[in-house]
């Protein structure tokens, strides 16, 4: 319980959202495999210092642009999203005009509704995905991650997929999709295969990111054109990893 927890501990944060991972499985959003999941990005975020690189900043800034020149910009939710992110998730959904998209890996009725419910009541209008709106099926793709929704990732352009490391990415990116991943760990399958990696914890990725875009936003649009063609991914994942080693040398 983070109350008992005293406000000067070192790992405030940390437990922060360690305690609304938990809350979440209580309450129906997260899957037992999320607690597990998180537990592998906290392993990572440690080893980047906790905080924000200036590389993931710069795949912040392309990530931005990309999403302010997409046509038809989607955002995927699954349940470690919903518990720590509903509501930054949700600003970037405005700023970004950009709906919201229940995809879930371990798919079941009653936690997709969850997620939806808890996505409404913190603002949402509108919410993809859910029931029988995922009707649409992505090719080469066997998981449940395979079932979108016709009016959302089915016919995006350029699709937010954070905290996934799957085949789900690379069945997007054959369909001609742009990809922003955010993913603490810069070795992922989705890390390495999207268009755009930010490399940070969701919780300072989200806000970061929704700032940049309305920093941005009266750019022309080939000023932010520009953004995005600076922008190297390779080099990014690699800078990433130097910051590892030298957390562990
Ligand atoms: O809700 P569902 O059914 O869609 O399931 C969600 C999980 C997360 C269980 C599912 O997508 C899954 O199994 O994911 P993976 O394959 O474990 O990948 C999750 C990735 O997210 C890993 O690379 C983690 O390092 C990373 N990650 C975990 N927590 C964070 C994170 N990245 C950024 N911020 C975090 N807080």
């Known amino acids: 319980m983070i109350k008992q927890v005293p406000a000067t501990h070192p790992r405030l944060k940390s437990l922060i959202i360690?305690?609304?991972l938990v809350n979440g499985f209580t309450r129906g959003l997260v899957a037992r495999e999320g607690l597990i999941a998180h537990g592998r990005g906290e392993a990572f975020d440690y080893l980047l210092g906790e905080k924000t690189s200036?590389?993931?900043l710069d795949a912040t800034q392309a990530a931005a642009a990309t999403l302010l020149l997409a046509k038809q910009p989607i955002i995927s939710v699954n349940g470690n999203v919903a518990a720590v992110s509903a509501t930054d998730?949700?600003?970037l959904s405005k700023y970004a005009n950009a709906p919201l998209e229940v995809n879930l890996f371990y798919r079941?009725?009653?936690r997709e509704?969850?997620?939806e419910r808890e996505l409404l009541k913190y603002g949402a209008t509108k919410v993809f995905g859910v029931g029988p709106n995922a009707s649409a099926r992505l090719p080469d793709?066997?998981?449940?991650?395979?079932?979108?929704d016709p009016r959302g990732i089915l016919v995006a352009d350029v699709v937010v997929v954070p905290l996934e490391d799957g085949d789900r990415a690379e069945a997007l990116v054959k369909m001609g999709k742009k990809i922003i991943a955010i993913d603490l760990n810069p070795?992922?399958?989705?890390?390495?295969?999207?268009?755009?990696?930010?490399?940070?914890?969701i919780t300072r990725a989200i806000p970061s990111l929704v700032y940049a875009i309305k920093r941005i936003n009266n750019l022309t649009n080939k000023e932010k054109?520009?953004?995005v063609n600076k922008f190297d991914n390779k080099r990014a994942l690699a800078k990433s990893l130097e910051i590892i080693r030298g957390a562990m040398t």
């Open 113 to 115: 509704q969850a997620i």
């Open 89 to 91: 998730i949700i600003e």
């Open 54 to 56: 200036a590389f993931a």
């Open 18 to 20: 360690r305690e609304k």
């Open 141 to 148: 793709l066997d998981s449940e991650r395979r079932k979108v």
């Open 187 to 201: 070795l992922s399958r989705t890390a390495s295969i999207a268009d755009i990696t930010i490399v940070d914890n």
């Open 108 to 110: 079941d009725k009653k």
């Open 225 to 227: 054109q520009k953004i």
